[in-house]
């Protein structure tokens, strides 16, 4: 399956038939793109990442994502520098794309209870494109 076809099923089917949250999502998705194995630990650890608890903190399109980078740089060995650059080149990255790393900001609309469900739906999967890009296009071309 094509990477844009995947990210679109994923994404949708992880919210709608899974419920999970953006971090969650983020994580799965892009470990399944990568061929990389997450540890049940991982996936346990993002199930309060979303805007920290809906709080409206940082994104979990952004912590999921920045989790992951850790796991992916880890994997092709990058050293712990190489590693905080590219969390930090990926926020900077993101922040300019997205116009912003906080959810409250990207999510204008809250966590209300009258909210339709999964209202991220359409920026995770942009999201999602962003982030796959930046691992292909940006980690993958560098050398460890």
Not at 110 to 122: A, I, V
Request: aromatic letters at 10%; charged letters at 25%; proline letters at 1%.
């Amino acid at each position: 399956m094509e990477r844009e076809a995947l990210i679109e099923k994923r994404v949708h089917d992880y919210y709608w038939e899974d419920d999970l949250n953006c971090a969650t999502t983020t994580l799965k998705t892009l470990s399944e793109i990568c061929g990389i194995k997450l540890e049940q630990q991982v996936i346990d650890s993002a199930v309060g990442m979303h805007g920290a608890g809906k709080f409206g903190a940082q994104c979990g399109l952004v912590e999921g994502t920045l989790l992951f980078i850790g796991i992916f740089c880890r994997s092709k060995g990058f050293d712990d520098k190489k590693t905080v650059k590219a969390c930090y080149d990926f926020a900077w990255e993101f922040q300019h794309a997205f116009g912003s790393l906080v959810c409250r900001e990207l999510r204008v609309e809250g966590f209300k209870k009258e909210n339709p469900p999964h209202l991220c739906e359409m920026l995770t999967k942009k999201a999602m494109v962003f982030a796959a890009d930046y691992l292909e296009n940006v980690l993958l071309n560098q050398k460890n």
